[in-house]
């Protein structure tokens, strides 16, 4: 039971307080889960920058893994600010876009910093302190979304150029008179 938490009266109120109580209890395990995984990704940060997770079908990795645990803490975070920030850190370390648009050395500086101030922010949640702003956090945060928004031009840029090249096959196929093929339509067929 919590220090100072009144206990409620009538049966419904009752299983509501144990309901609520179980959650909380359940949330501190996974955010302490976050933060051993937090540690291990830091130790770990060569790594993870080098995308060192493991694919989809195979076994998990252990940097895979302890990712996930980072993740499964988000949604029992209640303090919004707290959720937040282990979002972006969340996303600094899975998404790979500080790699991408900064290079490695800051990369692997970037995913770091990033493991350090959640530490710090989970740490402060647990103890029960004030969510503290951070101005490190808040330039990896204006570094991310100018990130984001770089690889959201580029995915659509991309797309656009993928469109236009089927609009010109499609029009060379009308203006032959015979179809051509798309590299993936090759690669479908069997091989003679």
Request: proline share 5%.
């Amino acid at each position: 039971m919590v220090r100072g938490a009144q206990v409620p009266k009538g049966p419904r109120a009752q299983h509501r307080f144990e309901r609520e109580q179980a959650l909380t209890a359940h949330g501190r395990d996974k955010v302490d889960d976050a933060i051993s995984a937090l540690r291990f990704l830091q130790r770990h940060t060569r790594e993870v920058v080098e995308g060192d997770f493991a694919l989809p079908d195979a076994a998990p990795s252990d940097l895979a893994a302890h990712y996930e645990r980072l993740g499964q803490a988000i949604p029992y975070l209640t303090t919004t600010a707290t959720r937040t920030d282990i979002e972006l850190v969340h996303d600094i370390v899975g998404d790979g876009l500080f790699e991408r648009y900064r290079g490695p050395g800051a990369a692997r500086h970037a995913v770091w910093l990033a493991c350090r101030l959640g530490q710090a922010g989970l740490g402060r949640y647990l103890r029960g302190e004030p969510w503290q702003s951070s101005e490190e956090l808040a330039q990896l945060r204006s570094d991310h979304a100018e990130y984001s928004q770089l690889y959201t031009e580029e995915m659509e840029a991309n797309a656009a150029a993928e469109q236009e090249w089927r609009k010109a096959q499609a029009g060379a196929r009308q203006k032959k008179g015979k179809q051509v093929r798309t590299p993936e339509q090759e690669a479908d067929s069997p091989s003679k």
